[in-house]
Nanobody, 128 residues
Framework: EVQLVESGGGSVQVGGSVRLSCEYS????????MGWFRQAPGKEREAVAT???????TYDDSVKGRFGISQDNDKNILYLLMTRLTPDDTAIYYC??????????????????????WGQGTQVTVSS
């Protein structure tokens, strides 16, 4: 019954910045691990950034140092600040959530809980 709603996507120039937001509800009786995934044209969905119960962030190597994930637990809002954007960042970005008992997986050094809930996604297009 968890619902996730992303916002903040749009068109941006190379080198620019965008902040995405995700408002979530229906989690009053369940603690969640949150994250952001993306799917670029012709590619599989990939984990971008995740954050655990103690607000510890982890990132895919492709965005480390450029993106920042954070959350406001009181307002139930998840954020993704994206900077120094390149055309390779063009994708649909999805907000995700997983329960404390969800299975773990790793993509290289980036380990995270497998998402159980997904938002509808928001498009980010990067061009010159």
């Amino acid at each position: 019954e968890v619902q996730l709603v992303e916002s903040g996507g749009g068109s941006v120039q190379v080198g620019g910045s965008v902040r995405l937001s995700c408002e979530y509800s229906g989690s009053e009786y369940e603690r969640l691990y949150m994250g952001w995934f993306r799917q670029a044209p012709g590619k599989e969905r990939e984990a971008v950034a995740t954050i655990d119960d103690l607000d510890r962030p982890t990132y895919d190597d492709s965005v480390k140092g450029r993106f920042g994930i954070s959350q406001d637990n009181d307002k139930n809002i998840l954020y993704l600040l994206m900077t120094r954007l390149t055309p390779d960042d063009t994708a649909i970005y999805y907000c995700t959530a997983a329960s404390l008992e969800a299975s773990k997986t790793c993509n290289g050094a980036h380990c995270y809980r497998i998402p159980e809930y997904w938002g509808q996604g928001t498009q980010v297009t990067v061009s010159s």
